[in-house]
């Protein structure tokens, strides 16, 4: 990808804007690569941190790889809940409905990036961990992290995967609201009409699973997909607690990326355990079940080690691809696994296709795109610079490196707006 050419090409055009971290000050150098957080080099232009060149074959295998574990994490937690198979001798087959249980296993695959953090060390011939910090302030986001899964895990015994992947983006209007409430953020505009949208389209996402739930109108809600919809809800609130987290407490440390997920995966597996104790003696849990399920099943015990594999994947690939490319990339990719979902549940008859969920879909993409920035109406819409608006610390995103790369959309030339 030749992104200085596409610059070049693009200011001439008018329709992409110089973003606010490119320097502009002697006009558009044809020699000037894209800038962004990340380094003083594109980051689009293939190069790391250190400068070492990074092929672009790589990057598309990144971002291939990032597109299937994604997918493959969900359906796999789809597939798990449609495979019936005896809690015990005697019993009746159930579905691997075992939401605490399956955040176990998540856990298992977040800690495997710890394993590669410490591998990656290895390899450069690092014997200690830079930057230390204290391990302990990872357990309150882990715990907001499990808290969110598990309530997801739960929600698709109920709903299509699909609609469990769209209804998270409501994390958007949690992410908004925390903002202003926690964090003291002010939201511009673009933000609110960004939420507006998510929500118009979450609620059109909604009506399809709760009226039309397989395909035919039904009179009444129907209640398990209410109950779905709403776990799924309710679970964006903690994943949007775990941001507010991440950016309150965590701002002060550089904490690599892969060490942080590794670290939320590690005590995550603590925290399950103890959860585990108390739930099972109380019947909110039956781990021994799950056990008996899985060693009498070849295609849930695949299904569950797979799970396992794809989201360290998922992980490592996501945070590769903000490394190297951008986070412009990932919500474009984070898109594309979305209707991959759907594609694939459609194909296998999980789910029965409905115009309202498509309608729902555009309108939520397009609500993303505008609250993170990702396309700019500039035109319509005021935008502070970099030093007015920072966006909340996520995982996928190198500590201090938290701007997305905008796509400027504009009516005017560049030069008119001078």
């Known amino acids: 990808l030749d992104w200085g050419r596409l610059r070049r090409n693009s200011l001439s055009s008018g329709w992409l804007r110089t973003p606010p971290w490119v320097s502009s000050s002697s006009g558009p150098n044809p020699n000037q690569k894209l800038t962004t957080p990340h380094n003083s080099e594109s980051s689009a232009a293939m190069t790391t941190s250190s400068g070492s060149y990074v092929s672009p074959t790589w990057i598309y295998l990144l971002m291939l790889v990032m597109l299937i574990s994604g997918a493959a994490n969900t359906l796999l937690m789809k597939l798990q809940v449609r495979t019936h198979v005896p809690t015990g001798p005697g019993e009746e087959a159930t579905g691997f409905s075992h939401p605490v249980t399956q955040s176990f296993f998540m856990a298992i695959g977040e800690c495997l990036c710890l394993a590669a953090f410490y591998g990656k060390l290895a390899v450069d011939g690092k014997t200690e961990v830079p930057n230390a910090f204290p391990k302990s302030i990872m357990i309150i986001p882990a715990l907001c992290d499990l808290t969110a899964s598990t309530l997801i895990h739960a929600a698709y015994v109920f709903i299509p995967a699909s609609i ?100 939320e995966g590690a005590f995550g597996i603590g925290i399950i355990a103890v959860a585990l104790a108390i739930l099972n003696p109380l019947g909110y849990e039956n781990t021994p079940g799950a056990v008996y399920q899985l060693g009498h099943s070849t295609v849930l015990l695949v299904a569950v080690i797979c799970s396992v594999v794809s989201i360290a994947l998922f992980n490592w690939s996501g945070i590769s691809i903000t490394a190297h490319s951008s986070c412009v990339a990932r919500a474009t990719i984070d898109g594309a696994r979305t209707i991959l979902i759907w594609a694939v549940e459609l194909l296998l008859l999980w789910n029965v296709f409905h115009p309202l969920q498509l309608i729902g879909f555009i309108v939520l993409a397009m609500g993303t795109l505008l609250y993170n920035r990702i396309v700019e109406f500039r035109t319509i819409f005021y935008y502070p610079d970099a030093e007015e608006e920072k966006p909340l610390v996520h995982k996928g995103l190198e500590t201090g490196d938290l701007e997305a790369k905008p796509i400027v959309l504009t009516t005017k030339p560049v030069e008119a707006q001078k």
Not at 206 to 221: K, L
Not at 231 to 259: D, G, S
Request: aromatic share 12%; net charge positive; charged share 10%.
């Open 164 to 263: 469990a992947q769209m209804t998270r983006g409501s994390i958007v209007i949690f992410t908004c609201v925390a903002s202003v409430l926690f964090l003291g953020r002010r939201q511009y505009a673009f933000h609110y009409t960004g939420v507006v949208f998510v929500a118009t389209g979450i609620a059109i996402v909604a009506m399809a699973a709760i009226f039309f739930p397989h395909g035919e109108q039904r009179s009444e809600p129907s209640r398990s997909a209410t109950l779905g919809v709403s776990l799924c809800l309710v679970a964006q609130i903690f994943h949007a607690a775990m941001l507010v987290v991440e950016e309150k407490f965590l701002r002060n440390y550089t904490i690599p990326p892969l060490q942080a997920v590794g670290l």
